[in-house]
């Protein structure tokens, strides 16, 4: 049985000028553990995607199964990691993981257990220092941890991120990178992260799912990424494969999916960015 299944995914908006179909025909199995990247321009249906498996939307026709039954509300097998973080402010790291756990583990863990699996995850993320601080005490990064541990508590079969790092800069990005596969190789978690970053999709995924501009955009190419982990960014930078794939999503982008007016040539300004090999950091940066 697949773990998760898209199927005839369409998805039709409401807008005064009449439906807008964002969405048609995506159809995508992924295997239980398995890191899928999404990757396309900016408004062809990423997000939208990421929302439905979610269940914060609904799919017009089609729909998504998960280990058996159908996704047809938000719940805590299915955790988002979004952009900006979205933490109450007037709490602090420790109390927004709570938060969030703290109703699912009622009856099932004590007090003392919940303390103690709030701390292990923050501890995951390297934020155990500074479990105690509020947002608005710590950095961007570190806001981006604790919204990972927050989602990582609740146990989720499937870890859904949208653009998790897109709000940081290149050397925060990369440590958060690695943390997120080291994350990745302990639990195993089914992973799908929205992504402009090429060199982030491919360092991280599994596979990389290519999507074609919109409207009724769809899945244009499926890259398989074989490459061994660990995977280390700097001996990969070295690598024919990784630089293979690297290629192949560049020529979707800006080849295949170029938008009217585009230069065929990705040295212009793009939607989708290639991250600079950040200089490996001889100080722990705590991201
Ligand atoms: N609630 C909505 N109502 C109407 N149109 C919507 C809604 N949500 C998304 N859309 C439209 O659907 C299309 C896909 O939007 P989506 O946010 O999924 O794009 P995206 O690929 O995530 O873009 P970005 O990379 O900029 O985040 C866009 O044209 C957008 O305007
Ligand atoms: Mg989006």
């Given at each position: 049985?697949?773990h998760?299944?898209?199927?005839?995914?369409?998805?039709?908006?409401?807008?005064?000028?009449?439906?807008?179909?964002?969405?048609?025909?995506?159809?995508?199995?992924?295997?239980?553990?398995?890191?899928?990247?999404?990757?396309?321009?900016?408004?062809?249906g990423?997000?939208?995607?990421?929302?439905i498996?979610?269940?914060?939307?609904?799919?017009?026709?089609?729909?998504?199964?998960?280990?058996?039954?159908?996704?047809?509300?938000?719940?805590?097998?299915?955790?988002?990691?979004?952009?900006?973080?979205?933490?109450?402010?007037?709490?602090?790291?420790?109390?927004?993981?709570?938060?969030?756990?703290?109703?699912?583990?009622?009856?099932?863990?004590?007090?003392?257990?919940?303390k103690e699996?709030?701390?292990?995850n923050?501890?995951?993320?390297?934020?155990?220092?500074?479990?105690?601080?509020?947002?608005?005490e710590?950095?961007?990064?570190?806001?981006?941890?604790?919204?990972i541990?927050?989602?990582l508590?609740?146990?989720?079969?499937?870890?859904?991120?949208d653009?998790?790092?897109?709000?940081l800069?290149?050397l925060?990005?990369?440590?958060?990178?690695?943390?997120?596969?080291?994350?990745?190789?302990?639990?195993?978690?089914?992973?799908?992260?929205i992504?402009?970053?090429?060199?982030?999709?491919?360092?991280?995924?599994?596979?990389?799912?290519?999507?074609t501009?919109?409207?009724?955009?769809?899945?244009?190419?499926?890259?398989?990424?074989?490459?061994?982990?660990?995977?280390?960014?700097?001996?990969?930078?070295?690598?024919?494969?990784y630089n293979?794939?690297?290629?192949?999503?560049?020529?979707f982008?800006?080849?295949?999916?170029?938008?009217?007016?585009?230069?065929?040539?990705?040295t212009?300004?793009?939607?989708?960015?290639?991250?600079?090999?950040?200089?490996?950091?001889?100080?722990?940066?705590?991201?």
């Amino acid at each position: 049985m697949t773990h998760l299944e898209l199927t005839q995914v369409a998805i039709e908006f409401p807008t005064p000028k009449g439906a807008f179909k964002a969405l048609e025909n995506v159809n995508l199995k992924i295997q239980k553990g398995e890191f899928v990247s999404l990757i396309g321009h900016s408004g062809c249906g990423k997000s939208t995607v990421l929302n439905i498996v979610a269940g914060l939307y609904k799919a017009t026709t089609g729909g998504v199964i998960l280990d058996g039954r159908e996704v047809d509300e938000p719940g805590p097998e299915r955790a988002v990691v979004f952009q900006n973080h979205s933490l109450l402010p007037w709490l602090t790291a420790y109390q927004n993981v709570e938060l969030a756990v703290k109703t699912l583990f009622k009856g099932k863990k004590t007090k003392a257990e919940i303390k103690e699996w709030i701390e292990h995850n923050l501890t995951l993320v390297h934020m155990d220092h500074a479990m105690h601080k509020r947002p608005d005490e710590i950095s961007g990064g570190m806001k981006q941890r604790v919204g990972i541990a927050r989602a990582l508590a609740m146990q989720p079969k499937v870890l859904l991120m949208d653009e998790p790092f897109g709000a940081l800069d290149a050397l925060t990005r990369a440590h958060l990178q690695d943390s997120v596969m080291e994350i990745h190789a302990h639990l195993g978690n089914t992973v799908i992260m929205i992504t402009h970053d090429v060199d982030e999709a491919v360092l991280l995924s599994d596979r990389i799912v290519m999507m074609t501009n919109g409207p009724a955009a769809t899945i244009g190419e499926i890259l398989q990424v074989n490459l061994p982990r660990p995977r280390d960014r700097l001996v990969l930078a070295e690598d024919p494969h990784y630089n293979h794939c690297r290629g192949e999503v560049l020529k979707f982008l800006y080849e295949r999916q170029r938008r009217p007016g585009e230069a065929a040539t990705a040295t212009k300004k793009p939607d989708a960015v290639v991250t600079p090999l950040p200089e490996r950091p001889q100080l722990r940066i705590v991201a």
